[in-house]
Every structure is written in structure tokens, then in C-alpha cells.
């Protein structure tokens, strides 16, 4: 799990509070954040690597400029990913060497290493999964400005810069100030730690916040577009908006689900560590809300590496292609090869809606006639085949002449 409360524990002087969650059936909780995740990791894994049955992962188009948005998408996958398997070592290695928690204490502060694996592997858990929060939040700024501005894959490069930087500035910093002025000696008080406490909770609230505010705004901004090139507002305009909107419905509760707890729980935490004995029997019923959200967290943190990969483009099957290699060159080669019979797009009211599935052919189609695309966005929502849905809209395709006012179907769009 991700908590704070863990990299607070490296310290041998632990507050008591942390002290008291984190002792409390130590191999139960490793057992289960061990099972959490590695259960995240295999199916987080089996949903991002490519299928034989036509399915696409994220991020692999075979296209010379894929969405921003597909590409962040992934890396918040990556980031999961990764964040879980630094679970899944502190885990191992807390259950195979119990000896390890022991000796950290003022009492048997006898040997560095076991200080530098907590903190390492604290570190590491946090780097990501504050890492993933970032990304989470330049997903919902990316499909807004796309929407609004037709922004495009150059912006890739600026998130980068802002998430990796943003992440490990506040995770070095709020270890630096935690650990002060040494691991084997950390600095006690409220004061000390809250910094800390802040660089880690600040992205996740911000995602908590702002992201709702950015998709609301992103819905909004499609159904105008969709209703304002031709004044009308058909089924399937309807249908895809409703299936944006859903789409970011499910990104936010998974975020809900796996990090509300985390809030709540440390605010219990900070309640009893306020207190001059936590001990006290009038905090029992505290102390059980807080061990239960303590376990609540250890579960549901792992979970988010599978629960995204769901939230992102839905169930991909367990067929799995392990011929990446293959793969990739057949990938590149169908770049430049004439569109096959099966191409297939849907210009609807001045708007090209392209599922993933069709997104090749549909592409190879526009590049096989010289037609550019000047203006681009992509939107995710969940389709019965697939999750994404780009929706190209170009100047050139308002003097399109075989596209009447109530649209037409796939079939004879393609015919044209």
C-alpha cells in the first residue's frame, strides 16, 4: 500500500500511532497487501500486453502519432504496474524476514540495512503511485484542451516534464523533511511530519478535486461540438457522449474506491495521535475504524493497477500474443499499405467516429486520398469492442459531400 504512515515507520522513534497500525498483526497485512497485489499485477499485466483476437493495447497503435491521451493512459498503467511491484517486494521480503521489522527500533538500532530497504522501498511505492496521481490529473487536462484547443501529441513531452519532476521533487522533499536530521533519529511532532503528509496527499486530492471539475467541463464541451456542426443532435451523438461520460465515471470511482480510504484513515490517525494516550478506552471505537480502514487500504491500494486497466478499455481477454516482436514489424509494415475492403468510418454531422478497432484502417483510408486532418481529439469512453474513441474533425470534411443531415450508416459511408 501507499501510506505515509509506513515511510513514518522506518523512523525507530515512531510516533505512537503509527506504532499501533503498523504492529498490529503485521503478517496478516503483509499477507494480504502481498495477495492484493500480486493479484493486480498479473491481471494489470495480462489486460496492457497485446491479444491475438484483435485486440490493442494502449499506446500501440500502429500509427506514426497516436492520441496524447492513449499514451498517458498507458503510462498510468505503467505506473501502477510498477508502484505494485515495490508492494509486492516490501511484502515478500517483511514475510520471509520478520526479523527486519524487529530491528527497526531504538532498542535494536544495530544494522543500517533494514532502515535503507524501508525507506527505499517506501520511496519507491510512493514515486509511482504519486507518479500514476499526476498522470491521472494531466489525463483530464489533455482530453479538455483537446477538446477545446484540438491540441496534439507535442503536449506528451510537457507532462512528462511536470508529472516525473512534480513526483520526485515532493517525494524527496517530504522524505528529506520526515527524516530529519537522520533516519535513526527523526525529528518528533506533528509539525515535522505534516509536510510530509502533504507532499503525499496533494496529488491525490488534487485528482479528488480538480479532475471531476475538467471531465464535467470535457462532457459539456463534446455535446456542443457534436450538436454544433450541423445544429442537430442524432442517437448516435447521444449515445457517444453517454458513453464518454461513462468512461470518466468509471475512472473516478476506481480513484474513489481505492484512495478515500487512505483520507480517512489518516485522519483517525492524526485524531489519536493528537491524544495523550490512544490507549485510552474512550478511543476504542476510533481505533477499530482506524485498524479497519488500515486493512481496507492494504487491499484496495494494489487494486488499482487492475481496476484502471478495466476503467480504461474494459475486459481484454486472457489470449495473449507474446510475439511482440512479430507484432511490431507487421505493425510498421501495415502503416504504409493500401486500406483493406473492411476500412471503415462514420462521418456523422461533419465528425469522423472512430472506434479502436477501426482506427488503422480508417487512418491509412484519410492518408490513401491526401486528406489532413488539421484538428484532432481524443476522447475515451467504453464501446461493446473497445474503449476508445477517437473523434477526428477536420476542416476539409464540412465540404464532404456524401454526408447528408441525419448520417448515414457505416456501411454505406464506406460505399461512398
Not at 505515509?4 to 496478516?28: H, I, M, Y
Amino acid at each position: 500500500m501507499a501510506s505515509p504512515r509506513l515511510e513514518t515507520f522506518c523512523c525507530p522513534n515512531r510516533d505512537s500511532a503509527t506504532e499501533f497500525v503498523v504492529t498490529f498483526q503485521p503478517v496478516l497485512f503483509g499477507a494480504l497487501t502481498l495477495g492484493s497485489a500480486a493479484l493486480s499485477l498479473i491481471f494489470a499485466l495480462l489486460q496492457i500486453l497485446p491479444k491475438r483476437k484483435g485486440y490493442r493495447r494502449l499506446g500501440q497503435y500502429p500509427l506514426p502519432r497516436p492520441a496524447s491521451s492513449s499514451r498517458i493512459l498507458f503510462i498510468i498503467s505503467i505506473c501502477d504496474i510498477l508502484g505494485c511491484a515495490g508492494i509486492i517486494v516490501r511484502s515478500s521480503v517483511w514475510l520471509g524476514l520478520p526479523n527486519i521489522i524487529d530491528s527497526i527500533s531504538v532498542t535494536n538500532n544495530t544494522e543500517v540495512w533494514p532502515e535503507v530497504f524501508c525507506v527505499g522501498s517506501a520511496m519507491w511505492i510512493q514515486l509511482f503511485f504519486s507518479a500514476s496521481f499526476w498522470w491521472t490529473f494531466c489525463y483530464a487536462v489533455d482530453v479538455f484542451l483537446v477538446v477545446k484547443t484540438s491540441a496534439g501529441i507535442s503536449t506528451i513531452i510537457l507532462y512528462h516534464m511536470i508529472t516525473w519532476g512534480l513526483a520526485v521533487l515532493l517525494c524527496v522533499e517530504g522524505v528529506a523533511m520526515l527524516y530529519y536530521p537522520s533516519i535513526s533519529d527523526c525529528e518528533q511532532g506533528l509539525q515535522h511530519a505534516i509536510p510530509h503528509y502533504v507532499t503525499t496527499y496533494a496529488p491525490m486530492l488534487l485528482v479528488l478535486v480538480a479532475n471531476p471539475v475538467f471531465f464535467n467541463r470535457t462532457i459539456s464541451a463534446v455535446t456542443s461540438l457534436l450538436k454544433g456542426r450541423q445544429g442537430i443532435y442524432t442517437e448516435n451523438e447521444r449515445k457517444l457522449a453517454n458513453e464518454i461520460k461513462i468512461r470518466f465515471f468509471k475512472i473516478m470511482l476506481v480513484f474513489f474506491i481505492c484512495w478515500v480510504p487512505n483520507i480517512i484513515n489518516e485522519s483517525l490517525l492524526f485524531y489519536l495521535e493528537m491524544q495523550t494516550d490512544i490507549n485510552d478506552g474512550g478511543f476504542r471505537d476510533i481505533r477499530n475504524a482506524a485498524l479497519i480502514t488500515w486493512f481496507i487500504m492494504g487491499i484496495l491500494n494494489p487494486m488499482q493497477a487492475f481496476l484502471n486497466t478495466l476503467a480504461f478499455h474494459g475486459w481484454t481477454g486472457f489470449d495473449v500474443d507474446l510475439s511482440l516482436h512479430r507484432r511490431r514489424e507487421l505493425a510498421w509494415d501495415s502503416v504504409s499499405t493500401s486500406v483493406p475492403n473492411a476500412a471503415s468510418h462514420n462521418p456523422i454531422v461533419g465528425t469522423t467516429l472512430l472506434y479502436q478497432s477501426h482506427v488503422q484502417e480508417a487512418q491509412k483510408s484519410m492518408m490513401g486520398n491526401g486528406q489532413q486532418h488539421s484538428d484532432a481529439m481524443s476522447v475515451l469512453s467504453e464501446g461493446s469492442e473497445s474503449s476508445t474513441v477517437e473523434i477526428h474533425i477536420s476542416s476539409e470534411l464540412r465540404d464532404y459531400e456524401d454526408v447528408d443531415a441525419d448520417g448515414e450508416s457505416l456501411e454505406n459511408s464506406v460505399r461512398h
